[in-house]
């Protein structure tokens, strides 16, 4: 079965550097989304990308954000100045959205630690 | 903005037993969509179960059944006959039917333990 692959899992990065997590959502999804889980809270909304435009994004996803589908396959979020509170397990999801009970697959996540 | 609670931070189960996760919600929305979703250690989230809030009629995928209350906004997961791969952290997630928005909203996961 087609699965959201995510690179890398884990990501060490020095506060205030750029980090860039990359995911390959399924083939013929449209829907590409990214969420965030810190440590021992919820799994939260960040940004839904379609059409190579955000369609949505939560009040997370500031201008240290953005987001990019730079070929055909990947999809990419680029946090521009790390901060110690962006540590996070980082997912990926993608949707067909042929209609809206069509689930989110998820990728494994990437682990982020900011140092 | 809607909210989702999972009360129950672990619960345990013996081997072919069955358990129940509680999930409760709130939205002032008429039509939206549920889902459970299941996290193994260290692997992806994978859809368990989904319920439609117009449907009626509980959801149900094999040993995995869904308890759904619109009135209550209560939509919980029962499990039947758990087996050791059920062992997983179980989200609850909400997302609209109508107005574009397509973010799925989460509580914070109920860890299930499968015991011998």
């Known amino acids: 079965e087609p699965e959201v692959t995510q690179t890398p899992s884990h990501q060490v990065t020095q506060m205030g550097q750029e980090v860039i997590l990359r995911c390959v959502p399924i083939?013929?999804?449209?829907?590409f989304y990214w969420y965030r889980q810190i440590l021992g809270q919820k799994v939260e909304f960040l940004v839904s990308?379609?059409?190579?435009?955000?369609?949505?994004k939560s009040e997370i996803f500031d201008d240290q954000f953005s987001v990019e589908r730079p070929d055909g396959s990947n999809f990419t979020l680029k946090i521009r100045s790390t901060k110690l509170e962006d540590s996070a397990m980082y997912f990926c999801?993608?949707?067909?959205?042929?209609?809206?009970?069509?689930?989110?697959?998820f990728g494994d996540g990437t682990r982020l630690s900011i140092l | 903005a809607q909210t989702v609670t999972q009360s129950q931070p672990e619960m345990s189960v013996q081997e072919a037993e069955t358990v129940t996760l509680s999930c409760t919600y709130d939205?002032?929305?008429?039509?939206?969509?549920l889902f459970w979703y299941k996290q193994p250690p260290s692997r992806q989230m994978i859809l368990v179960i989904r319920?439609?809030?117009?449907?009626?009629q509980n959801a149900t995928e094999n040993r995995f059944s869904v308890n759904f209350q619109k009135a209550a906004k209560s939509f919980s997961l029962k499990i039947s006959d758990s087996q050791l791969g059920d062992a997983a952290m179980y989200f609850c997630a909400y997302r609209s039917a109508w107005g574009g928005s397509e973010k799925l909203v989460f509580g914070k996961g109920t860890k299930l333990t499968v015991n011998p």
């Open positions: 083939s013929n999804h449209l829907y």
């Open positions: 990308f379609y059409n190579n435009e955000i369609s949505e």
């Open positions: 999801a993608s949707s067909v959205r042929e209609n809206s009970n069509q689930p989110q697959h």
């Open positions: 319920q439609e809030a117009y449907k009626q």
């Open positions: 939205t002032s929305e008429s039509d939206y969509y």
